[in-house]
């Protein structure tokens, strides 16, 4: 009876002190019980490159490697308080011999952290904090800031609270379940050759990588480390004592060094690095940067902690934002090529598709944060047209479903963006999947929608201004994919972004496509006109023609503007006349009907569904803080066929993309809820389903359903959509493109 008053007082004490912890994070995020039958699985990943520590744990051990969550491998991490009393260690590893687990052990998540707490039966409470570092860095000039972003580094932060109402002595472990590595010598470290002697470093072979890849324990406190090896586990080791009402703090760098090939990109045949190579040379230079850093890296992301800290959004929220930014992070690359272009890519969860244009419509909410990888995507992008004829033909899939990959005629109706850059470990000029077209109609209008974001974000002219050229010829491109006048799309469709769901993915007259295209005209209108250059720069005076060598002249040494005001107008006025049409036959529709269907082509099966999606295009204008008259005209419209649809769709596991189908994405219906508080005037959350789903789920962070029973589970797993859960966040303080730097200030 004893032991249960003290793990109950320890209960309150986790409360208090976790707020006193030298890394706070918000109590109000749920704490996820680590027990034996807890199966959550989260990606912790360095942002862009992609070094590995990630929390498996029903596996009972993380998943670690310098390469990502694609080429990293299973490993126990040995977190070990030991006192007078015992062994006792979090369950991140199999029950060392002579040890025991610690008691009441939890999971607090952060958005740049993972925390464990547990309680001695003799009253420590032991709390170890990874932090992954983060802070806001608006470009990659902004070194110091970039690296607090993309060094190989975490800091695992140990903690020892002694309330036990005695004097305690004793010891903390942190170690890996590896073979220690001799750096310099390119060999293992014999255990009885350091065992027990002073160390501040320990380096580890990263598995299936090159002999110049390594990973590496560091020491960073000014207590005195030991090189331990207990059971299979190598570990930095330090003592304390504390008296009663102590508290003790330990901190070590987990760290990594790449140096080689991460990426073939198959289009220039170069290939990619990390783009922390730039700064760092070796290891040691990182381990440097590890050690003199760590006090700004720390306090940056405590710091960054704080957007969750200071909301009042539901706890459920929370969690989903914290857990979602962990798997965007693991998600994304930041690469440099052999002349040394910086490229950013972000993998699709384990489809393993590499910056596809639609899932950026979710996931570029974090250009909040990293605008650079925004940018450097829309240029990418371009370099990714299809410009030809697609061939059409059929096939048998694994399932024994017949596909048809329809004929694009990219050379008829205009040229597209490909859904995606290639394939991860490749990138390639078209995607290597084996299912469906491609999405013509909705990459193009997502390339607008999400120029137009980064435009309202960061107000760079003149980078938008360069785009414009190309953004008419995508939306062209749009309109001529229009064969009926109805301002919707009809030929040359493609497949919209919901491939699960048979209505939106593939009905011609697409109502969800077409509000998107709607969208876009009218964003693009609002840049040709704004941007256009009105005046021409006066030509200087030739005076010696004879001088003048064959293509010389103004702009042969320089770059030059011209003037295309009379141009950029004629572009604005055709897409609002095409926004126009769109307009018409929606209001045609709903007068016939009372709502919006899924289509307007009444010869396709299920054209006369509900669906929550058909507003989802709304998503980027209204955070940008963008209306038009055109738009207003049809909100009534949309209000009314959301709420609807909402109504006939919901179900107990979350709401269905149409009401006549049982497919849910979270990430998609979360969209749905920042677009009905920014337009309809409501405040619906569907957070709640993403909670319940992924919070003790091995495939974490887990974008859907298909059903209720389980055998309809999602294979979208370890996916980055979820983030458009930072939705949440923005709604609460109706937050606008133009205020970003207000949002960020706490935070930098």
């Known amino acids: 009876m004893k032991w249960k008053i003290v793990v109950f007082l320890l209960l309150i004490y986790d409360v208090i002190y976790s707020q006193n912890s030298r890394f706070f994070l918000d109590t109000q995020i749920p704490l996820i019980p680590f027990t034996d039958t807890t199966q959550l699985s989260i990606l912790n990943a360095r942002n862009g490159s992609r070094f590995s520590f990630s929390f498996l744990t029903g596996e009972q051990g993380i998943h670690t490697g310098a390469l990502g969550f694609d080429s990293d491998a299973f490993s126990e991490l040995l977190l070990e308080v030991q006192t007078s009393k015992g062994r006792y260690c979090f369950r991140t590893c199999g029950l060392p011999y002579g040890a025991q687990y610690l008691l009441n052990q939890q999971i607090r998540l952060g ?6 707490s547990g309680t001695t039966p003799d009253g420590l409470l032991v709390i170890v904090t990874i932090v992954s570092p983060f802070t806001p860095c608006d470009s990659l000039g902004d070194t110091t800031k970039l690296k607090v ?4 580094v975490y800091y695992i932060l140990s903690e020892i609270f002694n309330r036990s109402g005695k004097y305690v002595e004793g010891n903390i472990k942190v170690g890996f379940q590896k073979i220690a590595y001799e750096y310099g010598r390119g060999s293992a470290v014999p255990s009885w050759r350091f065992d027990g002697r002073k160390r501040n470093e320990l380096y580890f072979k990263d598995e299936g990588t ?11 406190s000014h207590q005195k480390h030991q090189h331990i090896k207990i059971n299979s586990f190598h570990t930095l080791k330090v003592d304390f004592s504390l008296a009663n009402g102590q508290n003790f703090i330990d901190t070590v760098a987990y760290t990594a060094y790449h140096p080689d090939k991460v990426i073939r990109d198959k289009k220039y045949n170069m290939d990619l690095k990390f783009y922390y190579t730039r700064f ?4 040691q230079e990182v381990n440097e940067y590890a050690r003199r850093a760590a006090s700004l890296n720390l306090d940056l992301s405590a710091r960054f902690e704080k957007i969750l800290s200071r909301s009042k959004i539901a706890p459920e929220e929370k969690w989903v934002i914290a857990l979602a930014f962990h798997s965007d992070n693991a998600n994304a690359f930041l690469l440099i090529d052999e002349k040394q272009r910086p490229r950013f890519l972000l993998l699709e969860g384990r489809f393993r598709h590499m910056s596809t244009i639609d899932v950026a419509h979710e996931t570029e909410l974090m250009a909040l944060f990293s605008p650079y990888r925004l940018k450097l995507q829309l240029d990418m992008w371009l370099d990714y047209l299809a ?6 033909w059929q096939f048998e899939n694994e399932w024994g479903n017949v596909q048809h990959k329809e004929g694009m005629s990219a050379s008829e109706y205009g040229p597209f963006l490909e859904h995606d850059v290639g394939d991860y470990p490749f990138v390639a000029e078209t995607s290597e999947y084996s299912f469906g077209p491609h999405m013509a109609v909705e990459e193009n209008c997502n390339f607008a929608l999400l120029l137009y974001w980064y435009w309202k ?9 360069s785009h414009l050229g190309m953004l008419d010829v995508l939306l062209h491109s749009v309109v001529n994919r229009d064969t009926d006048d109805s301002g919707l799309a009809d030929k040359g469709v493609g497949w919209s972004s919901y491939d699960v769901n048979d209505a939106i993915k593939q009905s011609p007259e697409n109502v969800y496509l077409g509000v998107k295209q709607l969208c876009a005209y009218e964003v693009a209108a609002e840049m040709f006109e704004k941007l256009a250059i009105k005046e021409l720069e006066p030509n200087p005076e030739i005076k010696d023609i004879k001088s003048i060598k064959d293509g010389e002249g103004k702009g042969y040494f320089e770059s030059i503007q011209l003037a295309n005001e009379k141009l950029r107008y004629k572009q604005a006025m055709r897409y609002r006349a095409e926004a126009r049409k769109i307009v018409n036959s929606l209001v045609k529709a709903f007068g016939e009907l009372g709502y919006l269907p899924v289509s307007l082509d009444r010869t396709f099966r299920g054209w006369n569904q509900y669906s929550i999606t058909i507003p989802e295009a709304l998503f980027l204008p209204g955070l940008s803080g963008f209306s038009s008259a055109t738009i207003q005209e049809i909100i009534p419209m949309l209000s009314t066929t959301y709420q609807l649809a909402y109504q ?9 993309l149409s009401s006549e189908e049982s497919v849910t994405w979270f990430s998609k219906t979360m969209v749905s809820d920042i677009v009905a508080s920014y337009w309809f005037g409501l405040k619906p959350s569907t957070a709640i389903f993403a909670y319940r789903w992924n919070k003790n789920n091995p495939d974490a962070y887990n974008d859907g359903a298909l059903g209720n029973r389980p055998q309809d589970k999602w294979n979208g797993f370890w996916y980055p959509r979820g983030i458009s859960a930072l939705g949440y966040l923005l709604r609460e303080q109706q937050f606008r493109a133009s205020q970003r730097l207000q949002f960020l200030e706490e935070l930098r």
Request: net charge positive; glycine share 2%.
């Open 149 to 152: 972003q993309i060094a190989p």
């Open 280 to 283: 760092f040379r070796n290891i």
């Open 387 to 392: 410009r030809k004829e697609v061939w059409t």
């Open 648 to 656: 006939k769709s919901l179900r107990s596991y979350g709401v269905n």
């Open 111 to 116: 958005m740049t952290s993972v925390q464990l």
């Open 210 to 220: 090159s002999e110049k890849t390594l990973l590496s324990l560091v020491s960073l």
């Open 457 to 465: 974000l960061m107000s760079d002219d003149e980078f938008v201004k």
